[in-house]
């Protein structure tokens, strides 16, 4: 597709200067091989150690390139922005001088600008390694974290008309006007139908949320584009690049946003087990639990901005690829929206040490599940990060009556948040109240969700080496110590025959197989008590 923009003079010569540069000598280092990458607002000169990135001469409204002191602003701001996430891989922003005929990298007075990158193989693309299924739950948990650390970092957006409603439904509806011209299918026009009167109901029933959120400080500068195909792996592990500078808009969002957008991505690319495992250590690493509220309408969002995208370029290039691509990521926002499951709780119960965070950890991937894990749960409460250590102990610490109290009834209140989202959950607690593992309980019943006790047993002889093993390695958000253990034996209530018959019992002791226990979970929620 040719923009007006693109058809002037200054566009042609932009080309003339991607072609200048295809000389080894243009460059004031080494040169391997030089191959020219075109999108649509860049064009990326790969030169074998550095990739330059230029920006074409481009006002398309929603981004303005226009000028040479619009392109040198943006090349800056995308070097700030993305060195938040990757700065091994972002380097500096260099003029292009030279003559006409021959420019040279480097060199001013600047006819144009570049910002330049470390080049990276196409196979260190995440989304290389999906196809190829070389990424583990490990590599999403470890991205999760630095995605975390960056939102966590990043200003809260004060102006008020980033995070309003208008801002988020304007552009949500605006994907559709854009659709309905681009599709021609009367399948995907239902669809299409579906979803519009979906996402008008969910901004309307979301708007004081919406508003809360942005009276939180959940409203930052994202990356705005944070699919797998902006996601590096580097020495240090995966890392996103390439983020929206171009307009405020686009990262200007909620922090729910930039997460929904991979995890609905991870989901397209048929692994919702790296997606529950992303979403999973982002809140544990956050503390934005509250967030899943908000998490089902970006998910079916993000889905339909992609099924724009691929709509725009079957039109410039009639790919049969993005047509597929267009009606799959529809079809996909159309099961998000109503995922036709009942969602269902896992109940974990067990002394300390009797294996629940070993357990629960291999099933959060093979269910899916949301895990609410009682130990960081009770350190997000008292100001704490995961790793901090407190005074521990019965009656004091974050051990005490009312600090647990309070813990449970925190737990029960996130697991009916994120069972009202549709997301299957597991809280992992030692539940040794019959009054907490009722007041779970209730809350399946109140939200229509299979549940089950997931009952972890060990020898006492082995919670002791484990929980004293555990406390000195101190790499675990639990304190939990032999003085702790020795008050739960003597106060833990069995359970009845009621909870019985919901009970899954595991001895951890005897190597259990997670995907045993999965599939009797999964048997026990359809088919069991609800």
């Known amino acids: 597709m040719n923009t007006s923009a693109e058809i002037g003079g200054d566009y042609q010569a932009s080309q003339r200067l991607i072609r200048s540069l295809q000389r080894k000598d243009a460059f004031p280092h080494a040169v391997q091989d030089i191959q020219v990458l075109e999108t649509h607002i860049s064009w990326i000169v790969l030169t074998g150690k550095y990739a330059y990135k230029i920006k074409k001469p481009l006002d398309l409204g929603f981004l303005n390139f226009s000028t040479i002191e619009l392109r040198k602003h943006f090349c800056e701001e995308e070097l700030r922005l993305n060195r938040r996430f990757s700065p091994d891989l972002y380097i500096d922003v260099v003029p292009i001088g030279g003559t006409p005929q021959q420019r040279q990298v480097g060199e001013e007075p600047a006819m144009d600008w570049a910002v330049r990158m470390h080049q990276f193989p196409p196979e260190a693309g995440l989304d290389a390694e999906l196809a190829q299924r070389r990424a583990s739950v490990a590599d999403l948990r470890q991205l999760a974290e630095v995605l975390a650390g960056v939102h966590r970092a990043a200003p809260v957006i004060s102006d008020e008309r980033f ?27 239902a669809q299409l139908v579906s979803l519009c009167e979906w996402t008008e109901l969910r901004c309307r029933q979301l708007a004081p949320i919406f508003a809360e959120r942005a009276r939180g400080g959940f ?22 690049f390439d983020c929206i500078e171009f307009s405020a808009d686009l990262r200007c969002i909620d922090v729910m946003s930039d997460v929904a957008f991979l995890c609905m991505d991870l989901i397209y690319r048929q692994r919702p087990d790296l997606a529950v495992a992303f979403l999973n250590r982002y809140l544990e690493c956050s503390g934005d639990y509250a967030g899943l509220a908000v998490l089902p309408f970006y998910l079916v969002y993000r889905a339909v901005v992609r099924a724009k995208i691929a709509a725009v370029r079957y039109q410039q290039h009639g790919s049969p690829a993005d047509s597929a691509s267009t009606a799959d990521h529809l079809a996909l926002a159309a099961r998000l929206s109503d995922p036709g499951n009942r969602p269902l709780l896992v109940i974990c119960h067990g002394l300390s040490g009797s294996g629940k965070t070993w357990l629960s950890e291999q099933l959060i991937p093979a269910i899916p599940a949301i895990r609410l894990r009682s130990d960081i749960i009770r350190k997000q409460m008292a100001g704490l990060d995961e790793a901090s250590r407190s005074e521990s102990g019965i009656g004091e610490g974050l051990y005490t ?74 790499t675990d958000a639990s304190e939990a110590d032999l003085a702790v253990l020795a008050y739960q034996l003597a106060n833990v209530e069995p359970l009845n025959a009621e909870e019985l018959a919901r009970c899954i019992p595991v001895d951890t002791a005897e190597n259990p197989i997670p995907a045993a226990i999965t599939q009797e979970i999964l048997e026990r929620t359809t088919l069991g008590p609800g």
């Open 219 to 240: 409203i930052r500068e994202c990356h705005g584009d944070l699919h797998a195909g902006n996601i590096v792996r580097l020495e240090a592990g995966l890392v996103p």
């Open 401 to 474: 009556a009312d600090r647990t109290t309070h813990t449970y009834a925190r737990l029960a209140k996130l697991a009916k948040l994120a069972l009202a989202a549709g997301l299957n959950v597991i809280v992992d607690a030692t539940c040794l109240r019959r009054a907490d593992r009722d007041t779970f309980l209730a809350v399946a019943g109140a939200m229509n969700s299979g549940a089950v006790i997931l009952d972890c047993q060990a020898p006492v002889e082995e919670l002791e080496r484990r929980i004293q093993r555990r406390y000195r390695e101190g």
């Open 163 to 189: 995070g309003s409603l208008d801002s988020i439904r304007v552009p949500a509806m605006d994907n559709f006007d854009s659709l309905r011209s681009d599709c021609d299918s009367p399948l995907l026009q």
